[in-house]
C-alpha cells in the first residue's frame, strides 16, 4: 500500500476540511440562526426596551384653545353655553382626560371611475368617558388607519354633555342612572326613541346601540328604533341627536 493511500484519513468525508490544510477547502462547522453554536440563545440576550410611542404635545392655534390651555375655561359646558365653536380636538383633550375612542364600524366605498375602480374606508368611531359625555365622528380615506384618525378627530370634537337622571316613576331614586325624562332623536331614516328605566334593569338595546349608550354613561334605560337600523351612520347620528336632547331641553 502507497503511503499517499494511508496517510488518508478513513473517516474523512466530502466537504470537510482535512487535517493540515488549515480550513482552506471544504466547508466550516455548521451555523445556525444568528451566531455559531454553544453561544447564548435568544432568551437570554438582553432585549431591546420597547420604544413608546410619542404624545404629541397640543400646541392650541385658536383664541378659545389659548384660553382653555391658560385655564381661563375649566368646563365644556361654558364653551357650550357662550355658544363658541371647538375647532382643535386638544381642547376636549385638555378637559376630559378620561375620555376613550373605540371604532363602531369600518366599511369600504366603492366607485368607478374614468381611471378605474376606486376603493376607500370609511370608519365611525366613538369617543366618551362612560359618565356623562359622548361624541361620534366618520372619516373616509384611501388607508384604513387614517381613516379611523379622522373618524377619532372628529368624534373628540363633537363631544356633547348628557344630563343623567331618573325619569322612571318605578324607581324614583336621585342616582343618575338613566336619562331624567323620555327623548326622541333621528338621523337619515332611523328613528331611536330612549325612555326612562327603573335602576337594575340594565340597557334594553341593540349590541351597537347599546355600546354607545353605555359609553355615554347610561346603565338603565329601554330603547324602541325604526328605520334602516343596520346603518351605523344613520343610527349614531339617532343616538347622538336623543342624549344631545337632554342637556337641551334639561
Known sequence: ???????????AKPGQSRPGQGGQRGRGPPVYGRGPPGEAKGGDRPRRPRREPEEEVWVPKTILGQKVFSGEITSLEEIIESGLRIQESGIIKKLLPDLKSEVVDVGIIQKMTSNGQS?????????????????????KSK???????????QAFLNVQPIKMGCGSWECRCDQKHSVPFKVKGK???????????????????????????ELAGLKDAWTTAKGSTPTMNSTSKAVLDCLRLTFSQG
Open 187 to 213: 338621523g337619515g331614516s332611523v328613528t331611536i326613541e330612549i325612555i326612562p328605566a327603573p335602576r337594575g334593569l340594565g340597557l334594553v338595546a341593540g349590541g351597537k346601540i347599546k355600546r354607545l349608550l
Open 119 to 139: 376603493t376607500r374606508f370609511k370608519a365611525i368611531v366613538a369617543a366618551g368617558n362612560e359618565n356623562g359625555y359622548l361624541g361620534i365622528g366618520q372619516g
Open 1 to 11: 500500500m502507497s503511503q499517499t493511500a494511508q496517510s488518508k484519513p478513513a473517516d
Open 143 to 153: 388607508q384604513m388607519r387614517i381613516a379611523i384618525e379622522k373618524a377619532t378627530s
